[in-house]
Nanobody, 125 residues
Framework: QVQLVESGGGSVQAGGSLRLSCAASGYTDRTYSMGWFRQAQGKEREGVAITDTAGGRSSYAGSVKGRFTISRDIGKNTLYLQMNTLKPEDTAMYYC??????????????????WGQGTQVTVSS
């Protein structure tokens, strides 16, 4: 099993920045791709940013490309999401996810089988 714990969420004004962290523990040597998803109230969960096993390839949702950056510190078993120029539409619960068998960069939630509890991000205008 792999446990994922997110941190770093909060409330900011539009244009501000936040950095999310996701600490992985357990059988982390069995994790492949990792990423961030978000779910706004009344909406489906959507992929935000994914990085592959080694952190060499990544993909982003079009709505965050150029504003968000995903990174992975393999030695610390930690995943990050730097979020800049935040917009009110970025308001959502953000989840960290990992896969035990998939090494690509798909943004589909179906490819990931480990999930954290989420951290709330609220952006006010």
């Amino acid at each position: 099993q792999v446990q994922l714990v997110e941190s770093g969420g909060g409330s900011v004004q539009a244009g501000g920045s936040l950095r999310l962290s996701c600490a992985a523990s357990g059988y982390t040597d069995r994790t492949y791709s990792m990423g961030w998803f978000r779910q706004a109230q009344g909406k489906e969960r959507e992929g935000v940013a994914i990085t592959d096993t080694a952190g060499g390839r990544s993909s982003y949702a079009g709505s965050v490309k150029g504003r968000f950056t995903i990174s992975r510190d393999i030695g610390k078993n930690t995943l990050y999401l730097q979020m800049n120029t935040l917009k009110p539409e970025d308001t959502a619960m953000y989840y960290c996810a990992a896969s035990s068998g998939y090494g690509g960069t798909s943004l589909s939630p179906n490819m990931y089988n480990y999930w954290g509890q989420g951290t709330q991000v609220t952006v006010s205008s």
